[in-house]
């Protein structure tokens, strides 16, 4: 059976990939799930690649990396997705006697269990110490492979967030925030004064002087807009 | 609908920003989102609004029945205005019966077009005693990002507007326009960190209180009202609302006037 | 008016819509459409307006509709009360019920769920305006949306229906050849593997009518497939 790419009509925008997919172009190649990506002979495959009857194939829409023997997609959009060691800011949704349920923004919430938690405490003093509707800075422990992650407060910098302001950005602009070697984020600090912590599931935390703040939200607005007008549909 | 979770965060930050007289996305206190409004955009209703403020989107669409007239009003047709909280709408929208809150959102809007007399049912009579036309508003909301109430008004005012009774499907004659005489708007205020603002987003609502619903006439004749959960106002915070009201509405009724050209 | 007593097609082949026999009517496709959605996708098709919302994945609630080894597919069909000549009364819908369980079908066949235990994805399909075959518009819109949503998926499913009016095997059948028409064959293809995750048929087809319609959809929707694919890598796509 032919793929889409042979029965696509002569009036499409002419931006086809009439070449085959291994071949470099200057372009980057751009690719919709189910699109065949060549033979899978001697490929690795990465995210959003799979291989099917020994045939590469993405899974994801987003563009094609090529990296050595590694073939990967770049998604244009995508849901965070928790690897242990990530910096995450969590909000909690409920709580136990002796466990937190934390919403990290993740297919699946975390638990943050009292032995974890910030603070030496009593069976039964969760709400004491984080209360329902607190949000959090933890980091991830360990992803089960049935999704149960667990969070943890001990560690440098860990804590409960008291003040300033917590803002969402898509988890896949968080490269274009910090910039290289977190050159972009540091800028930002700067001219700002403000405290800023990007977590891994696009949470940013703002702290500081409250002009500081505007300051930082609106341009975590202009970035957000500029990468939606320089990808096409609204997808970055 | 479930209840969602109000961030503590989210509620002292509005407090701060309220105290320096600011808002999350930098609009003044009284200012609302871009509009866009669209009407006659449905083939298969017979009128028909697109409404977009802001990331919050609705439709609105009006269909016609033959109803037989109630027998304390055997000369007069009837108007039915329904809203439905689809879970399409947002994340925090659940599946299932209507919710108390869409069903509130719907009755609100109902009133306010109702009372303001903008739909002459006795013209809507057939036959007195025997048919008569109903008119049901159905209000849709496709993404909400806050304040569903004022972008279901402007819809459902704008549809009605430029609805035709369709007389040829029923073999009544010809099709001929919904007369609507006037033109109500809402105009919805919401507590947040402590003081009212206009067209409040998703992010304020969640972190915000009471909520209040004023529906205007062009002569400012006041058509309904509603106050919505838990708070308490005072009596000059509400005559600073029924101000700002004033403008804003006939800013908007323009707007929909502006729609329909030679009309 | 019984079968084939309408003239839908003329002695040179032409319908009345203008399409020759194999046509699809003109479609257009838009990312992004429910700001406050994870993905989301309108699609206009001939006179039907199909918006498609994806929600997730995301914590599945209540606990109890969890499944340990993969996500849980909610999948919603819905006419909106405008959407068609006569008003239809929200609420429950026998024909709605089974449109989004075999939408879902179709859709469990493509989405990797098994990378996502324990969580849900919701798909909600609302049908704004309908002329006939909203439930191809449907499936098709809420594969490009679950795309758009970055959900990883083996293909996407392409969907179409072809029928038969005065005797006459043609492809995307429009209102009033529905109506009148004599038989139905809405398929779910999947464009890179030609293989099917979608059937249903009603009507009276001889073999040979059959093999032409079955024929008519493969062919649309590998064409389909492509504005799909143009539309997910442009951010949309317009006829």
Known sequence: ?236 | MSIPLVPQLLRSHLIELAENDQRLDGRGQWDGRDVQLEVGILGNAEGSAKVRMGDTIVYAGVKFQTMTPYSDRPNQGGLMCSAELRPVAGRQHEPGPPSPESIELGRVVDRGIRESGCIDTEALCIIPGEKAWQVILDLYAISDDGNLFDAFALAGIAALRNSVIPLAKFELGEDIPLDVSKTPIMCSYHRVGGRYVYDASGREELGGDERIHITLGADAHVHSLQKGLKGTFTAGEFAELMKQARTKGDELRDLVHSLEGGN | MGYGDVQMIDENGIRVDGRKAGDVRPISIELGVVPVADGSCRMTWGTNEVIVAVYGPMEAHPRKIQRQDRAVLDVRYNMAPFSTSDRIRPGFNRRSREISKVTSDALESVVLLELYPRSKIRVEIEIICAEAGTRCVGLTAASVALADAGIPMTDLVVSVASGKINGVVVCDLNKSEDNYGEADLPMGILPNSGELSFLQMDGDLSQEEFQEAWDYNMEAAMVIGGYCAEALKNGGYNL
Request: hydrophobic letters at 35%; glycine letters at 14%.
């Open chain 1, 1 to 236: 059976m032919k793929g889409w790419s042979v029965a696509r009509p002569d009036n499409m925008s002419g931006k086809g990939n009439a070449a085959g997919p291994h071949d470099s172009q200057q372009a980057p190649l751009l690719v919709a799930p189910g699109e065949d990506l060549g033979d899978s002979e001697g490929y690795e495959v990465g995210h959003g690649v799979i291989v099917m009857d020994g045939r590469l194939r993405a899974t994801k829409q987003g563009q094609m990396k090529k990296d050595g023997k590694s073939v990967s997609i770049l998604p244009s959009r995508t849901k965070y997705f928790p690897r242990p060691g990530d910096l995450v800011i969590g909000l909690v949704e409920g709580c136990t006697n002796n466990i937190w349920f934390v919403d990290i923004g993740a297919p699946f919430n975390a638990i943050l269990p009292m032995s974890l938690g910030p603070a030496k405490m009593e069976f039964g003093g969760t709400r004491s110490v984080i209360d329902i509707g607190e949000a959090i800075l933890c980091r991830v422990q360990e992803v089960e492979e049935t999704h149960s992650s667990v969070v943890t407060m001990k560690g440098m910098g860990l804590r409960k967030i008291r003040s300033g302001t917590v803002e969402d950005i898509d988890p896949h602009l968080l490269g274009r925030l910090i910039g290289r070697q977190g050159k972009a984020l540091r800028q930002l600090k700067e001219d700002t004064e403000c405290r800023v912590v990007a977590a891994e599931n696009g949470r940013i935390w703002i702290d500081g002087d409250f002009e500081g703040m505007l300051e930082v939200r609106n341009r975590l607005r202009k970035m957000t807009a500029e990468a939606k007008a320089a990808t096409p549909g609204g997808v970055a």
